[in-house]
T-cell receptor, first 116, second 113 residues
Framework: AQSVAQPEDQVNVAEGNPLTVKCTYS??????LFWYVQYPNRGLQFLLK??????LVKGSYGFEAEFNKSQTSFHLKKPSALVSDSALYFC??????????????FGSGTQLTVLP | DAEITQSPRHKITETGRQVTLACHQT?????MFWYRQDLGHGLRLIHY???????NKGEVSDGYSVSRSNTEDLPLTLESAASSQTSVYFC????????????FGEGSRLTVL
């Protein structure tokens, strides 16, 4: 079975400061990991994904994420937060070895608020 | 540009009524999914389809059904709406590869009174 956890419901950060949104996962095989962002009253938008290779993945809007296999983590980061980054962020995982390898399992989401 | 559209965006109905939420994608994706989003639960998978005439149950499928008669559409039907089905519903699609991301619609907010 595949699962993903986002341990923080809410993250607050001052504008201009670095931000981190945490995600840990559990899979049997190799993980395919994804980050999505949701703005109010909108659908989820894809930010970035890790499939294989370089542990640091760069994505849209200046976001990046670091894959750490030993810690089973895939934390989302940005060097300098903007007020417009305030949104709900979801981590998702797909187990490459699962029979239902085409399904994504989502975390419960982290509300990021960037304070001016 | 390719897109995925949901209708209606907002719906209010009464307990016991049948409701159908439409989902239409022009990505030509084989895979389509329906999720519901509730506070504290994130996104939970209701039903999914890997192609025409294929449908499968997700983790919260009770009270819901889907049908896939063509590539573009996956309507979600609530046979007899219940207050517990008040939620925001998202349709998504993806390619057939395990590494592909999902593309989401804008959501349908359903209120069951």
């Amino acid at each position: 079975a595949q699962s993903v956890a986002q341990p923080e419901d809410q993250v607050n950060v001052a504008e201009g400061n670095p931000l981190t949104v945490k995600c840990t996962y559990s899979v049997s095989g190799n993980p395919y990991l994804f980050w999505y962002v949701q703005y109010p009253n909108r659908g989820l938008q894809f930010l970035l994904k890790y499939i294989t290779g370089d542990n640091l993945v760069k994505g849209s809007y200046g976001f990046e994420a670091e894959f750490n296999k030993s810690q089973t983590s895939f934390h989302l980061k940005k060097p300098s937060a903007l007020v417009s980054d305030s949104a709900l962020y979801f981590c998702a995982v797909r187990d490459s070895s699962s029979g239902s390898a085409r399904q994504l399992t989502f975390g419960s989401g982290t509300q990021l608020t960037v304070l001016p | 540009d390719a897109e995925i559209t949901q209708s209606p965006r907002h719906k209010i109905t009464e307990t016991g009524r049948q409701v159908t939420l439409a989902c239409h994608q022009t990505w030509n994706h084989n895979n389509m999914f329906w999720y519901r989003q509730d506070l504290g639960h994130g996104l939970r998978l209701i039903h999914y389809s890997y192609g025409v005439q294929d449908t499968n149950k997700g983790e919260v499928s009770d009270g819901y059904s889907v049908s896939r008669s063509n590539t573009e559409d996956l309507p979600l039907t609530l046979e007899s709406a219940a207050s517990s089905q008040t939620s925001v519903y998202f349709c998504a699609s993806s390619t057939g590869t395990a590494t592909g991301e999902l593309f989401f619609g804008e959501g349908s907010r359903l209120t069951v009174l």
